[in-house]
């Protein structure tokens, strides 16, 4: 990831930083999935720089991350963010430093609090027995402490029995060597890190 742009959220007495990080994120989102390169595959990363502060626990800012400046040009999240412009502000594409010594994995943990909610959601959509989406879940954790952003689900219609809004909790993992893997369309990883830097 050789090249970085800079997201900055600009709360104010009217508008939280958590309610801002909502609508930037969509947004984001809807970006890096407008220009995957794969099925569920971004070439472009996301990171936190301020992950672990104070207040809210992902900070201001928000890090856009490609192997190449054309990429980042070519997402064009000026263009994306173009209705939040009072509540954002959006830096220049520039070079990532070459003197990293730490790197960030971002991963998405996936919390259920009420399993039995979440296997018949599934289980409706999916058209499967509800043994099944039992089984599915089996495997997630209920309780969660880490930072979240709500989301919109554009990909599941809202029905009268399940909602299409989640928390998506993001995990932070540093390294001193950097590790390679596939970004997704939030631009998280399970294997792969970016460079670590304020």
Known sequence: MKYYQDITLLPDAEITLGFIWQKVYQQVHIALAENKIGENQSAIAVAFPKYGSKGFPLGNKLRLLADNESQLENLAAEKWLSKLNDYCHIKSIKATPTDINIY??????????????????????????????????QHYETACDLPYINMTSLSMPETQN?????????????????????????????????????
Request: proline letters at 3%; glycine letters at 2%; a positive charge.
């Open 104 to 137: 960030a994995c971002y991963k998405r943990k996936q919390f259920k609090s009420n399993l039995l909610k979440e296997a018949q959601r599934r289980a409706q959509y999916k058209n499967e027995p509800l043994e099944d989406a039992l089984a599915h879940f």
């Open 162 to 198: 399940a909602s299409n809004h989640f928390r998506l909790f993001i995990e932070q993992e540093l390294y001193d060597k950097q590790r390679e893997g596939q970004f997704n369309c939030y631009g998280l990883s399970k294997t792969a890190t970016v460079p670590h830097f304020d």
